[in-house]
């Protein structure tokens, strides 16, 4: 939900909401262990849990620098 | 076929999209190869867009329509697009589903048309100023599971 809302917000940001027990290719690629977990840039970050909005944008801002 | 959405769920829901403003359209991108959770995905879909007249779906095939899917960068069938109405045809604005949206994801789902259809993200002003000024793409991907 969160990820959406910024996607909403930017033309920049793309987001996803993926099941991980349909894709375990891409779960295994990623090495997801629990949910949710996101992963930023195709996984130069990667954050388990529900992050709270000021927490992922601290996350993507180190990514983006 | 019976339907995915019972009675009580499809009362809630109504109760949800009361909230619905600008109208949505769901754009819908299967496979005819190997895509266990298609047929119920677009079921539950046009089961949702059913309940109101500001929801629509448009279906594609990966394979078929694979210029659309291209655009779209969707290439995970079931694949669902949470698009705003333009007058030019839906407005993209980067909302993503890979996979059934059931269990805990149907409140997402129900959360996202609400949040494309008021078409404001309600975030705080620290994360829209950062966001308005990004200069590259940013990529973002939720693994989550129905329950």
């Known amino acids: 939900m969160l990820a959406h809302q910024m996607a ?3 033309e920049m940001v793309q987001a996803e909401m993926v099941e991980a027990t349909e894709f375990p290719d891409l779960s295994n690629q990623y090495h997801i262990m629990g ?5 930023i840039n195709f996984g130069k970050s ?3 849990g529900a992050v709270p909005e000021g927490q992922l944008l601290a996350e993507i801002m180190k990514v983006m620098a | 076929m019976s339907n995915l959405l019972n009675d009580d769920v499809r009362r809630q829901v109504r109760e949800a999209f009361e909230q619905l403003q600008e109208p949505v359209q769901i754009l819908f991108f299967g496979s005819k190869e190997q895509c266990e959770y298609c047929d119920d995905t677009l079921k539950l879909v046009e089961e949702v867009a059913e309940i109101s007249d500001k929801l629509s779906v448009r ?3 990966v394979e ?3 210029a ?7 290439s995970l069938t079931p694949g669902l697009v949470i698009a705003a109405v333009g007058e030019d045809g839906p407005i993209d604005y980067g909302v993503r589903y890979a ?4 269990g805990h994801e149907f409140s997402s789902l129900i959360q996202d048309l ?4 008021g078409r404001d993200s309600g975030l705080n002003e620290q994360t829209r100023d950062f966001l308005a000024n990004l200069k590259e793409p940013v990529h973002l991907q939720v693994f989550v599971t129905p329950t």
């Open chain 1, 8 to 10: 909403m917000e930017s």
């Open chain 1, 35 to 39: 949910v949710p977990d996101t992963v």
């Open chain 1, 46 to 48: 990667k954050m388990v």
């Open chain 2, 59 to 61: 279906v594609f095939d």
């Open chain 2, 64 to 66: 078929a329509d694979a």
């Open chain 2, 68 to 74: 659309v899917a291209e655009n779209y960068n969707v």
């Open chain 2, 99 to 102: 996979g059934i949206p059931s």
């Open chain 2, 114 to 117: 609400l949040l494309v259809s």
